[in-house]
Each structure stands twice: as structure tokens, then as C-alpha cells.
């Protein structure tokens, strides 16, 4: 800034110090300029005189109107000098810096968890109070995010958005869609940092490490023997059950396992 804008600027804070305050006949609220008190007062009387010429929506401000416009323009002014990301507003690209300073000023005062966005802090919350704004419609289940009821709603709807380009097979979430389409490209991002395996799901990454831990989770009821994969569990189950889903369909002969299956289908094909 230059010492001519410096002095224009103080010359600006003398005359709004001397200026009479403007006070809101609603609410008390006061103000040092006039079209600060007339933004406020729109706050009471509803009034939104800007309005977007593409979409209808309507503006209190001239400002939220030219932030709205670059949803239709794909406008995005403000670029994160870290990664080269672009953002239409400056309040969430002030949000994305802090991913690379690690700055998390939202914290939760029931656990201590912080979090560099209001919204995420807000959705957190939900877990210590239990609330579930967000209700089904269909059958009265409710979600603490309205993206997990989005998600429910497709099961009513059975609507599958998402499609594979590769087979053409579809999913009613991008996730679902992103996991499979690793099957044809063979990524596998998961890395286990003890042993080095590569999974395409974290989730599997997590069941796998339990093999390193020796944490095991899953507790059979009847006898108490504890495995650290869900597979396993259902696979011992069957002791109990007396469940044999694996027939061989040369002699009907059943079987807990795939893997025996498997073994005695090799004598067939030896005989």
C-alpha cells in the first residue's frame, strides 16, 4: 500500500469517527454509514432487491449476487498458491489453506477433536448429542448428515447414479463406484507399512493389520473363539451351524469351505 492510500485511508477513519451513528429502528443495532444501515435493514423486512438474471434467486447484497453468479459462470478468483486449487468465494479458500497449514481452529469441548472447518465441527457434534436432523421420508429412519440420508433414500428409490465406464456396472454411491473401478485399473492405494501389501479399500487394509496386532474382534457366540476377520468368524460359524454352502456339483457333496470344495474337485478331474 502506497503513503497517499495510507493517508487516504486515515483521512477516511477520521470523518466516519466524527460522523453521528445510525441506529436501526428494529433492532438498535447501530452503524457509522448509510448503506451499512440499509443492507441491515433488508435483514427485517425481507427485502432482496438483487436478483440473479440466469436463475431467479434473489440477494440481499450486491456481493452474495456476484458470488452466486460464478455458479453459472465457473468463475473461480481465488487461487491457493500451495496446490494451484481455485475457489469462487475467498471464505473457502481461507478453509482449504488450512489443509497445508494444518491449522484447526473448531474444537469440540466434549472430546477435544478439532477441525479446520465450522461444518465439519458441526456434523462431529452429533455424535456426543445423538441428534439426526435428517429423516427419511419412506420410512422414518433419520441420519445425522443429510448426505448419509441422500444415500438411504437410494435404497427406497433404487436409483444407481454412479456407473462404471469399464463394464457398465452401476452404484448408488461414488465411493462404491471409485473402490470397483480400482478392479480394472489395478490400483491399489491401501499400503500396509509393517509388511508392505497393497489393498484397493482401507477397510481391508484395517482387517489386514489386525494380522499384525493380533487384534481380534470377532467373537463367535456359541464357543467364545475370537478371529480378527469377519470372513473368518462366518466361516467358523458353520461348525455350529452345520451349514455347508459349497456343493460340488459332479456328486453333491457339500462343504464349509471354498477351499475344500476346490481340494475335492481335483479329484474329479484326476479320475
Known amino acids: 500500500m502506497s503513503s497517499s492510500q495510507i493517508l487516504l485511508q486515515l483521512k477516511h477513519q477520521r470523518l466516519n469517527?466524527?460522523?453521528?451513528?445510525?441506529?436501526?429502528?428494529?433492532?438498535?443495532?447501530?452503524?457509522?454509514?448509510?448503506?451499512?444501515?440499509?443492507?441491515?435493514?433488508?435483514?427485517?423486512?425481507?427485502?432482496?432487491?438483487?436478483?440473479?438474471?440466469?436463475?431467479?434467486?434473489?440477494?440481499?447484497?450486491?456481493?452474495?449476487?456476484?458470488?452466486?453468479?460464478?455458479?453459472?459462470t465457473g468463475e473461480k478468483p481465488y487461487k491457493c498458491n500451495e496446490c494451484e486449487k481455485a475457489f469462487q468465494t475467498k471464505a473457502v479458500l481461507v478453509q482449504h489453506l488450512r489443509i497445508h497449514?494444518?491449522?484447526?481452529?473448531?474444537?469440540?469441548?466434549?472430546?477435544?477433536?478439532?477441525f479446520c472447518q465450522s461444518p465439519s465441527l458441526i456434523k462431529h457434534l452429533r455424535i456426543h448429542t445423538g441428534e439426526k436432523p435428517y429423516k427419511c421420508s419412506e420410512?422414518?429412519?433419520?441420519?445425522?448428515?443429510?448426505?448419509?440420508?441422500?444415500?438411504?433414500?437410494?435404497?427406497?428409490?433404487?436409483?444407481?447414479?454412479?456407473k462404471c465406464n469399464d463394464c457398465g456396472k452401476a452404484f448408488n454411491q461414488s465411493a462404491c463406484l471409485m473402490?470397483?473401478?480400482?478392479?480394472?485399473?489395478g490400483e491399489k492405494p491401501y499400503t500396509c507399512t509393517k509388511c508392505g501389501k497393497a489393498f484397493t479399500q482401507n477397510s481391508s487394509l484395517?482387517?489386514?493389520?489386525?494380522?499384525?496386532?493380533?487384534?481380534?474382534?470377532?467373537?463367535?457366540s456359541e464357543c467364545e473363539k475370537t478371529f480378527c476377520k469377519q470372513a473368518h468368524l462366518s466361516e467358523h460359524y458353520r461348525i455350529h451351524t452345520g451349514e455347508k454352502?459349497?456343493?460340488?456339483?459332479?456328486?453333491?457333496?457339500?462343504?464349509?469351505?471354498?477351499?475344500?470344495?476346490?481340494?475335492?474337485?481335483?479329484?474329479?478331474?484326476?479320475?
Open 245 to 271: 454352502p459349497y456343493e460340488c456339483a459332479v456328486c453333491g457333496k457339500a462343504f464349509r469351505h471354498s477351499s475344500a470344495l476346490a481340494r475335492h474337485q481335483r479329484l474329479h478331474a484326476g479320475e
Open 139 to 162: 420410512c422414518g429412519k433419520a441420519f445425522s448428515q443429510s448426505i448419509c440420508l441422500t444415500r438411504h433414500q437410494r435404497s427406497h428409490s433404487g436409483a444407481r447414479p454412479y
Open 17 to 72: 469517527r466524527h460522523k453521528k451513528p445510525l441506529k436501526c429502528s428494529e433492532c438498535g443495532k447501530f452503524f457509522t454509514q448509510r448503506s451499512s444501515l440499509t443492507q441491515h435493514e433488508r435483514i427485517h423486512t425481507g427485502e432482496k432487491p438483487y436478483i440473479c438474471t440466469k436463475c431467479g434467486t434473489c440477494f440481499r447484497k450486491q456481493s452474495n449476487l456476484t458470488q452466486h453468479l460464478r455458479i453459472h
Open 179 to 185: 473402490q470397483h473401478q480400482r478392479i480394472h485399473s
Open 101 to 114: 497449514t494444518g491449522e484447526k481452529p473448531y474444537k469440540c469441548n466434549e472430546c477435544g477433536k478439532a
Open 206 to 220: 484395517v482387517e489386514h493389520d489386525r494380522t499384525h496386532t493380533g487384534e481380534k474382534l470377532y467373537k463367535c
